[in-house]
């Protein structure tokens, strides 16, 4: 494999970036700045060798459809930060982790094998165009009581990415 080398101050740049956009809607970097400086320079490395963000500790499919899944932040971060307080790799943790700096542990992989993710594909596709059935979604929907922000997913975030209220200012709306 091509060896990537990339520049300390661009590590930096992006470290910098995910700290500050993160932090307002939630998500804190792994206090341990080592981890997380290296997972961003892999980052950085994955961007130069497949043309997106793949997440560090996956292996890459060969194209981008086939990634989708797992481009940084990948669709398993959150879960896995409700369910553990640290994403998979180790780079996103929850304000308790960080603020309490406590120590991460390996979280086991929730990303479904390579033929579920192809059932699942298909059924999208499927269904993308069919009318839905609101008392049949995949996913219940949830709305912030502070600022109507609304989101379709299993469990409600744990800080609302628009206005900051805490997870238990969120109600289901559906
Ligand atoms: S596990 Fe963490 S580092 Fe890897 S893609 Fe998901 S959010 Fe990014």
Redesign the pocket.
């Known amino acids: 494999m091509e060896k990537i080398e990339i520049p300390p101050n661009e590590t930096e740049d992006l470290f910098n970036k995910l700290a500050s956009q993160g932090q307002g809607r939630g998500y804190f970097l792994n206090h341990n700045e080592k981890i997380a400086k290296s ?1 961003c320079e892999a ?1 950085l490395k994955n961007k130069k060798r497949y043309g997106h ?6 292996l890459s499919t060969g194209s981008r459809e086939g990634d989708l899944d ?8 959150d879960p ?1 930060l409700l369910e553990y307080g640290v ?6 943790v929850t304000k308790k982790v960080f603020t309490e700096k406590i120590p991460t542990k390996p ?1 086991p992989e929730r990303r479904p094998n390579k033929e579920t993710r192809l059932i699942n594909k298909q059924k999208y596709m499927e269904e993308k165009n069919q009318p839905k059935d609101i008392n049949n979604l995949p996913y219940p929907v949830m709305r912030c009581s502070v600022c109507g922000y609304i989101c379709a997913r299993a469990e409600a975030p744990e800080v609302c990415p628009i206005c900051g209220a805490s997870h238990d200012r969120f109600q289901r709306f559906i």
């Open positions: 997972l980052l963000q793949l997440c560090p500790c996956r797992v481009i940084c932040p990948c669709d398993y971060r896995d994403c998979y790799c180790g780079l996103y979280v």
